[in-house]
């Protein structure tokens, strides 16, 4: 039963709505035309390809635009559908909101809980949550008017996450097909891109890299930068706060650091490792777990960031023969994520050794041009990065 607290009640989310699963669909009971069938994976992928069913099914089974999706087996997650007429498959819920709850609302409270819910679901291989559990998870709810209100914010700031993921997305592909203009073809004494080598062959040559600018050199990285390993700190050492943070494989993310679990040194420790901090504009990269979704785990250190200190299995650059911004820029560049990526083929845990790390090749302009290249980018990689910090901001007030 519901209790009342300040005119808010506590509720169980079995007490906010209706949960009814899915069907199971059979192979043969696919047709070329028809229902989409909504699976686990139209949910992840909701653009992608589908399975039909022409029969007939309950209107509890049906899912139309604007309809609340609870998946509670192996993926856990919650959206409200927006890709047209549906049916749906088990594992699936369809939850239908009591008349005094607000649909939006409902979903961001589900979706805030899905951290606890995995956590204390079932199945080693493949995680579940019985509806039952659903009584267990006891939730604040205002009055419908609130509730609204409630969710018409967090609506609106989804919404904004939502298109500055967009916006960040677009600014990396334009980033990539800068780069790879930049890091094949250059930018010659006037400031301009080259000519591209069909347009202009007498100023190319053919290196290892294929073509590239007739003053250029083809170098492994390991010729033009070292790689600092960080210390085995003892984990008796860290701290939960302190002095100074440490910068562990778990918190090297993909462009920036993930500091959600952090570490900390003592306070009276940290002198003695001053050759292991790190400072704003560093570049590492985890050695450990090195693949993940969004690419090769390379971060960049902003201030915010700094100061920290370089853990074992992470490794910083360090420029000894080229322009550190040329070389910042080189390690966000595609062909050098791909060719690290060859080297952990067919590898159940990747892993990158210091040699690994340094092999693949980068073309070396004059030291001049380097700083031309890199100049070129700078702009838009300080507006990702503001996007990139919006967005976090974002993710945190929501959180």
């Known amino acids: 039963m519901s209790e009342s607290i300040k005119g808010w009640t506590i509720r169980s989310l079995s007490e906010l709505a209706q949960y009814h699963n899915g069907l199971a669909f059979k192979p043969s009971d696919w047709v070329e035309e028809g229902t989409k069938i909504i699976r686990i994976e139209q949910l992840n992928q909701p653009t992608g390809d589908y399975d039909f069913y022409a029969g007939r099914v309950s209107e509890v089974n049906r899912i139309k635009d604007g309809d609340l999706i609870f998946s509670w087996s192996a993926t856990l997650k919650v959206v409200i ?20 709850v607000d649909k939006h609302l409902l979903f961001h409270l589900l979706d805030f809980n899905m951290d606890s819910l995995s956590s204390g679901s079932h199945g080693s291989t493949m995680k579940h949550i019985k509806r039952g559990e659903l009584t267990t998870y006891k939730v604040a709810m205002p009055p419908p008017p609130e509730q609204r209100k409630i969710a018409r914010i967090l609506t609106t700031l989804d919404n904004l996450i939502e298109k500055t993921e967009a916006v960040i997305a677009k600014y990396q592909a334009i980033k990539q097909g800068m780069m790879h203009d930049l890091f094949t073809r250059g930018v010659d004494a ?18 290892e890299l294929g073509w590239i600018p007739k003053e250029w050199e083809a170098h492994n990285l390991g010729d033009v930068a070292n790689l600092q390993v960080g210390y085995a700190f003892k984990s008796s050492w860290f701290r939960d706060d302190g002095a100074v ?3 562990r494989g778990e918190n090297v993310g993909s462009g920036r650091p993930d500091w959600s679990d952090t570490k900390y040194l003592s306070s009276r420790m940290v002198e003695q490792f001053q050759e292991f901090t790190l400072y704003p504009r560093d570049v590492v990269i985890g050695m450990d777990h090195t693949f993940t979704k969004s690419g090769v785990k390379i971060t960049h250190l902003q201030q915010e960031d700094c100061p920290s200190l370089l853990v074992q299995r992470v490794g910083r650059f360090v420029p000894k023969e080229c322009e550190a ?23 159940d845990i990747p892993h990158l050794s210091q040699t690994e790390i340094l092999e693949p090749l980068i073309p070396l302009p004059k030291p001049d041009e380097q700083v031309r290249i890199a100049e070129r980018l700078t702009g838009l990689v300080e507006t990702i990065s503001s996007e990139r910090q919006c967005l976090f901001k974002m993710n945190v007030s929501v959180r």
């Open 81 to 100: 559908w927006k890709h047209g007429d549906g049916v749906l498959n088990q594992h699936l819920f369809k939850v239908v909101p009591y008349a005094d």
């Open 190 to 207: 006037h400031g301009h891109l080259r000519p591209t080598q069909a347009e202009a062959p007498d100023l190319y040559k053919q290196s």
């Open 245 to 247: 943070r440490l910068l």
């Open 325 to 347: 911004t040329f070389l910042r820029a080189f390690l966000g560049f595609e062909r050098y994520h791909a060719d690290l990526a060859r080297q952990q083929k067919g590898m």
